[in-house]
């Protein structure tokens, strides 16, 4: 029997919407190497439910103690960018990297604990009368009462015996112990360079990842080989990562997570720094190594299926610095009795998490994608099945469905549901029958561990080891998670596609397969949101005739575009052109603290920068400030004189503060909780990010003669960006407000015109444009208002070649002060004896509105490149940098390095 070759053509016409629009799925197109160049933007939110947090306590106004049962606020929230391109360098060399992006923060259990311990504590506002909206807070290390059998007790609310005592009872509830995360950014950036044979390709590849306290680097190699005239595809590859760890050990769980474990057994990762004697950090590295091998297969021209197998060796340092094991030592020699002969009164000890310094994972997955001719439609199944040598075993489904509706619609509805088991070594708590004995040599060094690991106990598993390994993360218990969710895009017709998803997630101890799962306690939902934008530079380039020449027509007559840092610069020439973009921003700030136009000492900024009620003055300023934005820049223009604008924009920033000499001696002003906060602040970079406010301009043709053009632009700016971002609370002390020049936005509605003139007359072209911020509030939503803003500036500019422009130009800006402040921020410290408002805490000038605007002078130098022809011709990149010239500012402010814009934009 003769067997029956299925042309590759009508494979891959019928199996791209198949497997294009299916996300996490090796496409048979890119197996093939017919992966087309493209350039893809995305907006990611990731955000946790509320969890259930029982057995908390908080002081009275009456100095009693209540206990309630609430769910947690602040729950961990994400936001992510992320900005990739492919590009086809030659026929045969393509080019691909990607740029991720992500800040988080918010409320994070770091251990478990028996609900009758009263492991964590609410923060009672200014009169104790009431629940602040804050996150259920460590309340610390103590006293744990016990049965005869070692079962926990809980004191029975109302219930007394003949003496007045509290009676007591068994309670066998646990509970997560609540810690606060501060936003913090992690940014990767990763690339490939591949060589394509006609049935074979090479690949190379490598990045970076860096985060406050982790630094990731990793490399890979990748070849591909087709067979069976393309029908079979096998992949290889290797990678390699160097990971390093440099925590500074949880602050707020000072005095409770205990590293005496990491000190006493020759670990060598744990650091005491003597200027800094609030900090404590853990060194560790780590490696891991993975080779994959997949293999796909053309079924017929309406199906492929796939599989691949994967092994990853990782050694080091795999533990996590900031969760905590809760251990409660039973000492038989010391005992309080509560019952006397029927209950004990142990000692609670939370030591840091220990995992092995090795873990060996295997990975077997499979898909199948099958195309529905009828429907139009692709269905696609996967399985995954994960093992390791902690003991974990997972499994995953997949399933999708991919539904195109006409139009370039396509709705994607996907379902899936993840099961593992628990690592060997997990455990929500730990008992023991030993004292817990320090032991020290002449010097007061710790010498030995002060107890017999061998001894450490789990009632509900007894016959298990914890004498090197224990951990009570939530993710290496027993649980499963389900989840549903649809994605929907718009492809249109010169290569654009928008696309947006949502899936929400259970998670479940009650999911496991087979039962046996973490308790109830454990639950929680969580969803994820996504945005992008995806541009098809092949479709972009293969337009027909009479587009080439529209598109020419519109590069010659742009030929001199505006500076990168100038926005709404230009409109677009005609009813039904589009334009998509992207623009980066940087600016920096450093060196010498000013005063109006002058430098300013220490003692100036001491006596003089922290005016306020109550104010003890200036402890610390600002050492360096950093500020990255990127804006999606799109356009259409509807008519001739009109064209319409949306901007949308992520930015993050980070800042790092230096203490004031001359400063108040901050223990004996602020007391030793405050002190370590301010210690805090000089150890740590502060740092946001997330979206910022939202652009929507109308830009309307005022006159364009060929040689001089005039336009006006009416906008406004949402507000998007968040304005009530805090720190972490640290030695059990809220954080604050992050400074003003920190938060993502504005919280007001502003409306922003402009005016803009241009010309351009052989190789000379100029420009001239004033615009300006309204505030259309008084005040946002955490209490004050940013000061208007104008901003005037004009430019020159010389074609060097007929696709290289230099340009020079001169800004002006006036800023005013901010308007109000903090609510809740009138003195500097509010309770700060008790309980140091969230609101209220002010270490230097940066924390004080009028320390904001100002007049500013600034030159920039800059360069446009367009492709005049090619695949890629109207591609266009500017960049331009900014320089300080003159500041005059309003009361005390860190003097500016200077500015750097970057753009890219297509005009279609």
Not at 704 to 723: F, Y
Request: hydrophobic share 35%; net charge negative.
């Amino acid at each position: 029997m003769t067997k029956k070759i299925i042309p590759n053509n009508q494979v891959l016409k019928k199996l791209t919407t198949a497997a294009l629009v299916l996300p996490g799925m090796l496409s048979p197109v890119s197996a093939t190497g017919a992966e087309g160049d493209e350039v893809d933007f995305q907006y990611s939110h990731y955000q946790e439910g509320k969890r259930d947090i029982s057995g908390l306590t908080f002081d009275s106004i009456d100095g009693s103690q209540r206990v309630t049962n609430v769910k947690s606020f602040n729950p961990i929230e994400v936001e992510g960018l992320h900005g990739s391109a492919k590009i086809s360098l030659t026929d045969r060399v393509k080019f691909a990297f990607n740029y991720i992006q992500d800040t988080w923060g918010g409320a994070t259990p770091i251990s478990t604990a028996p609900v009758g311990f009263n492991m964590n504590s609410l923060i009672p506002n200014a009169d104790a009368t009431a629940i602040v909206g804050a996150s259920p807070y460590i309340q610390g290390a103590g006293g744990a009462n016990l049965d005869k059998n070692l079962n926990p007790l809980a004191p029975i609310p109302n219930t007394f015996d003949p003496t007045g005592q509290q009676v007591y009872g068994r309670d066998d509830r646990v509970t997560h112990v609540m810690s606060y995360a501060s936003p913090e950014t992690r940014k990767q950036g990763d690339f490939k360079l591949s060589y394509d044979w006609d049935n074979a390709a090479v690949s190379v590849g490598g990045g970076i990842s860096i985060e406050d306290d982790y630094e990731s680097r990793f490399g890979n190699l990748g070849t591909r080989w087709d067979f069976n005239q393309k029908q079979t595809t096998l992949n290889v590859d290797l990678s390699y990562t160097n990971s390093e760890t440099n925590a500074v050990l949880d602050h707020d769980a000072t005095g409770y997570l205990n590293p005496v474990n990491y000190y006493t057994q020759g670990f060598n990762q744990l650091e005491r720094l003597e200027d800094a004697p609030y900090t404590t950090t853990m060194h560790g590295n780590r490696q891991d190594w993975t080779t994959h091998v997949g293999l796909s297969q053309v079924l017929n021209k309406d199906a492929v299926v796939s599989g691949d197998i994967s092994y990853t060796r990782s050694t080091g340092y795999l533990s996590n610095p900031y969760k905590g094991v809760n251990i409660v030592f039973v000492d038989p020699a010391n005992q309080g009795w509560l019952y006397p002969g029927t209950s004990f009164a142990g000692s609670l000890y939370a030591l840091l998490e220990q995992r092995p310094e090795v873990r060996n994972q295997w990975n077997l997955g499979g898909r199948y994608v099958q195309y529905i001719n009828p429907l139009d439609a692709a269905v696609h199944f996967d399985y995954r099945f994960s093992a390791d040598d902690w003991g974990i075993q997972a499994h995953t489904f997949e399933a999708d469905w991919a539904q195109p509706l006409g139009s370039g619609w396509t709705v994607t509805p996907r379902i899936r549901y993840y099961s593992q088991d628990a690592a060997d070594f997990y455990t929500p708590w730990l008992v023991t029958r030993q004292a817990y004995e320090p032991k020290t040599d002449a010097n007061g060094n710790n010498v030995g561990l002060p107890y017999d690991a061998k001894k450490f106990r789990n009632l509900a598993n007894p016959s298990a080891d914890y004498s090197k390994y224990f951990s009570s993360d939530h993710r290496l218990s027993g649980y499963g998670t389900l989840s549903g969710g649809v994605t929907v895009s718009k492809q249109f017709a010169k290569g654009l596609t928008l696309e947006t998803g949502f899936e929400y997630y259970t998670h479940q101890g009650g999911l496991k397969i087979g039962g046996g799962g973490e308790g109830a306690y454990a639950d929680f939902d969580y969803w994820l949101a996504n945005a992008s934008l995806k541009v098809d530079l092949n479709a972009l380039s293969l337009k027909g005739g009479s587009d080439n020449q529209l598109h020419s027509g519109y590069v010659h007559h742009h030929a001199s575009h505006e500076p990168a840092g100038v926005m709404f610069g230009h409109t677009l020439p005609k009813a039904g052109d589009f334009m998509v973009g992207y623009r980066y921003q940087w600016n920096s700030q450093s060196g010498n603290m000013l005063q109006g136009s002058q430098p300013v000492n220490d003692q100036a900024i001491v006596a003089n920068g922290c005016q306020g009620i109550r104010s003890f003055g200036c402890f610390a300023a600002p050492d360096s400030m950093t500020m990255n934005m990127h804006m999606l820049d799109l356009m259409v223009a509807p008519t001739d004189w009109l064209t319409l604008m949306l901007m949308p924009q992520f930015m993050d920033m980070g800042m790092s503060m230096r203490a004031l000499e001359g400063a108040p001696d901050a223990y004996n002003t602020l007391g030793m909780n405050l002190n370590g906060h301010l210690s805090h602040h000089l150890q740590n970079t502060h740092e946001t990010g997330g979206i910022g406010d939202l652009g929507i301009y109308a830009l309307f043709k005022v006159f364009d003669d060929g040689i001089h053009h005039l336009h006006v632009t009416a906008g406004l700016s949402a507000p998007t960006g968040d304005v009530d971002i805090t720190m972490r609370r640290n030695h059990q002390i809220d954080g604050g407000y992050v400074h003003y020049g920190m938060q993502l936005g504005s919280g007001t509605w502003d409306f922003k015109p402009s005016i803009t003139y241009t010309g351009n007359i052989d190789q000379f072209s100029w420009g001239a444009q004033a615009n300006g911020t309204l505030r259309m509030e008084d005040k946002n939503k955490s209490g004050y208002a940013l000061g208007d803003m104008f901003q005037a500036t004009a430019w020159g500019g010389y074609n060097l070649t007929h696709w290289l422009t230099a340009s020079v130009r001169g800004v002006y800006t006036l800023q005013g002060a901010i308007d109000g402040q903090f609510m809740g921020s009138e003195g500097q410290f509010f309770q700060a004896d008790s309980y140091s408002s969230s609101s209220s805490l002010k270490f230097g000038p940066m924390d004080y509105p009028g320390n904001y605007g100002g007049k500013y002078w600034d030159v920039g130098f800059g360069l446009n490149v367009v492709v005049p022809s090619g695949d890629f011709a109207g591609n266009r990149l500017s960049v331009e940098w900014l320089q300080p010239v003159d500041d005059n500012v309003n009361g005390y402010q860190l003097d500016r390095v200077g500015e750097l814009n970057a753009t890219w934009g297509y005009a279609f």
